[in-house]
T-cell receptor, first 110, second 115 residues
């Protein structure tokens, strides 16, 4: 089955810096790659997603890149703000199953 | 559009007791998922329904966990008997289809504490 690895597990940045979170997946049949932001005690919220026929997608300060050959995808957050502090999960879906990474705790210091 | 509804929000039980969680997905969403999220970890899929049929329950501890989705709409997840390691947030999610082409919407979850 699918296995998703996520790095780093924690990431501390200064406000205004960029943050990058990387994930790798094992199942070449996976075709949908969402990213979720989860604040303490709340549900995961979809922040951006990318499908396997696209290499890059951007939404304001957030971008995601996908390398199908290497089976890895990354989340890029630019101009980070304190409210970006949360746990971020990557996930991979294919053949009806969404598998999550282990999460990255992002801390943005003012 | 109403979101995925879950109840209760919190539940505290003693080990060996039984507990049930309820989920009502977004109207029209054929696929429903139950995830278990242990503190500090990513959500782990327990069971996936397509309408009222089970698509994947490979990670469901079937000796103590059961789930059903009668009529293909709302669903219940039951634990009997509960163990200390079942303490987690149980998230329900739904999607329009199951082919990976649509986004998944999560409910607020039920936080279970087993003491």
């Amino acid at each position: 089955g699918e296995n998703v690895e996520q790095h780093p597990s924690t990431l501390s940045v200064q406000e205004g810096d960029s943050a990058v979170i990387k994930c790798t997946y094992s199942d070449s049949a996976s075709n949908y790659f969402p990213w979720y932001k989860q604040e303490l005690g709340k549900r995961p919220q979809l922040i951006i997603d990318i499908r396997s026929n696209v290499g890059e997608k951007k939404d304001q300060r957030i971008a995601v890149t996908l390398n199908k050959t290497a089976k890895h995808f990354s989340l890029h957050i630019t101009e980070t703000q304190p409210e970006d502090s949360a746990v971020y999960f990557c996930a991979a879906a294919g053949f009806q199953k969404l598998v999550f990474g282990t999460g990255t705790r992002l801390l943005v210091s003012p | 559009e109403a979101g995925v509804a879950q109840s209760p929000r919190y539940k505290i039980i003693e080990k060996r007791q039984s507990v049930a969680f309820w989920c009502n997905p977004i109207s029209g969403h054929a696929t429903l998922y139950w995830y278990q999220q242990i503190l500090g970890q990513g959500p782990k899929l327990l069971i996936q329904f397509q309408n009222n049929g089970v698509v994947d329950d490979s990670q469901l501890p079937k000796d103590r966990f059961s789930a059903e989705r009668l009529k293909g709409v709302d669903s219940t997840l039951k634990i009997q008997p509960a163990k200390l390691e079942d303490s987690a947030v149980y998230l329900c999610a739904s999607s329009l289809d199951s082919g990976g082409a649509g986004s998944y919407t999560f409910g607020s979850g039920t936080r279970l504490t087993v003491v």
